[in-house]
């Protein structure tokens, strides 16, 4: 997709509902590699000359979140992105897998999560 005001202005949107409902801090929110290259080393630790590779990434603990809008091609696609790293955020232990796909299923219905609680 091309990143124009409009776009930025609906991903900014988009985040704030599903945060909200996620009951997480709206994260800040990269939208570009060089946006991800230009933040300091230790709030992108682990990705960040592979980030053009994925369609979205999750730093998590840092509330902040990558959505790489050159490599996301329709609507569709920037609906589950979004979603995805929000449901990082927001289950910030749980890896991918069935459970993971799950809950963005859920998200993506609307479902809403109570505030994370760390386990003890
Ligand atoms: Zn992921």
């Known amino acids: 997709m091309k990143l124009d005001p409009d776009l930025k202005l609906r ?34 630790e682990g990705a960040r000359t592979s980030a053009y590779k994925y369609l979205g990434l999750s730093y998590n603990g840092q509330n902040l979140i990558f959505i790489n809008i050159r490599k996301i091609s329709d609507e569709k ?36 999560f109570l505030p994370y609680q760390k386990r003890k």
């Open 11 to 44: 991903i900014y949107e988009k985040v704030g509902i599903y945060a909200s409902r996620f009951s997480i801090l709206e994260p800040k929110i990269l939208l570009t590699t060089r946006e991800v290259l230009d933040m300091p080393r230790k709030m992108t």
């Open 77 to 112: 696609d920037l609906e589950n992105t979004i979603v995805h790293e929000l449901i990082h955020q927001r289950f910030p232990y749980l890896s991918h897998g069935k459970r993971f796909n799950k809950l963005v299923r859920q998200g993506l219905r609307g479902k809403k």
